[in-house]
């Protein structure tokens, strides 16, 4: 699930930072550390975020795991 996690961030990062670029560019910050700050403020914002996608994932795979199997082999028993 750790590439799960690190798929997410990517994936969010990049679209939070995205979002963030073109807001400051809209604003008028087209300086460097501007551009910086948003990336590293998106991939801040998509870290937990991506934590608790991939924990709500976890607890619905076990609880999927957890659930009795029914013996039967033939569906008109």
């Known amino acids: 699930m750790d590439k799960l996690l690190v798929f997410l961030t990517l994936l969010s990062g990049t679209a939070i930072s995205g979002a ?6 809209v604003l008028g910050y087209t300086s460097f550390w501007a551009i910086l700050a948003s990336i590293v403020a998106a991939f801040s ?20 795991d957890d659930q009795a199997r029914s013996t039967k082999t ?3 028993e």
């Open 20 to 25: 963030l670029i073109v807001m400051c560019f």
């Open 74 to 76: 033939d569906p008109t």
């Open 45 to 64: 914002i998509a870290w937990p975020g991506a934590q608790i996608a991939v924990q709500g994932l976890r607890a619905a795979k076990q609880q999927r």
